[in-house]
């Protein structure tokens, strides 16, 4: 039960930090406290890999791995967190909660294609509504307004995010091999947050950094947040599912996030719940459902 308790305790998180980002994005540089969001977040990952006994795994790494860790870092922390902190400057928070259902979908495909990874029925239903849902929401009903161009700049901003994690998935899985989740998770958090820093230093300068030392404390408190619980605790928390559970059942708690991520927004935000984010939103969650359900019948005809 404790573990079901945390998977859900995940969701939220992981859904609140859409509604956490657009604030902190609002009110101090974007680059800089995505820097200083993962440096948080590295810190607490080193003290959970040290508490466990497994510091010593980053010495046994060897070059290609390294290599691997580099560019999943650049693609899943530092390009995501950009377009992630930019995006949230000019679309509702709502709205990047669901795109975020396009990401099982496209990684799915592209593993399939690169890996030759099965698909059926299920799993295409699923990535079809989960894609065209999200597309729904994003273009607020009338998809010829992304097949004529006129999506706004945030929503652009938002598919980068989506371009970034696929990335980030197939490069772990390419070159990722025998390095356990919580040592890549600590490594690419610390990596990431150190190019967020330089990107930061050279697109916004000393003023950017001035402007978020002396922003107000609500924000450094969403930072936080962002920090410890959206990265450090979530993942720990997904991490501990994965091994009571098992892979499926925990990444099912995954299709939650959209749905707490449109909740917290809509409470706390006051964002309006409008027909197209309602609709798309749900076809979209409804698609990440169908999709998991995909990929355990193989598994069930198996056993």
Request: aromatic share 8%; proline share 2%; with cysteine.
């Amino acid at each position: 039960m404790r573990t079901h308790l945390r998977l859900l305790g995940m969701a939220i998180l992981w859904g609140a930090s859409w509604s956490w980002g657009r604030y902190v994005a609002q009110t101090m540089p974007p680059i800089g406290a995505a820097s200083v969001r993962f440096l948080i977040a590295s810190a607490a990952l080193l003290l959970w890999l040290a508490h466990s006994g497994r510091l010593d795994t980053l010495t046994r790494l060897h070059r290609r791995q390294w290599t691997g860790l580099f560019w999943a870092s650049a693609a899943g922390v530092c390009g995501y967190s950009v377009f992630f902190m930019l995006g949230l400057q000019l679309v509702p928070a709502s709205k990047g909660a669901v795109v975020i259902t396009i990401n099982p979908a496209v990684t799915l495909l592209l593993a399939a294609l690169i890996f030759g990874e099965k698909l059926n029925g299920k799993i295409v239903l699923g990535m079809l509504m989960a894609v065209g849902g999200a597309l729904f929401a994003i273009s607020n009903g009338s998809l010829l307004q992304l097949l004529t161009g006129q999506t706004g700049i945030g929503e652009l901003l938002l598919l980068g995010c989506v371009a970034c994690w696929v990335a980030y998935t197939l490069i772990g899985r390419a070159v990722l091999g025998g390095v356990d989740a919580l040592t890549a998770t600590t490594v690419t958090a610390l990596m990431g947050a150190l190019m967020l820093l330089a990107v930061s230093l050279v697109a916004e300068g000393g003023t950017g950094w001035s402007a978020m030392l002396n922003a107000g404390g609500d924000s450094w408190f969403y930072l936080l947040l962002l920090g410890v619980g959206s990265t450090a605790i979530a993942y720990a928390w997904f991490f501990e599912g994965v091994k009571t559970l098992g892979a499926g059942a925990a990444a099912g708690y995954i299709t939650l996030v959209p749905v707490f991520g449109i909740l917290v927004s809509s409470a706390w935000l006051g964002e309006p719940l409008t027909a197209s984010l309602l609709i798309g939103g749900g076809v979209a969650i409804a698609g990440m459902t169908v999709m998991q359900l995909g990929r355990q019948a193989p598994k069930a005809s198996r056993g």
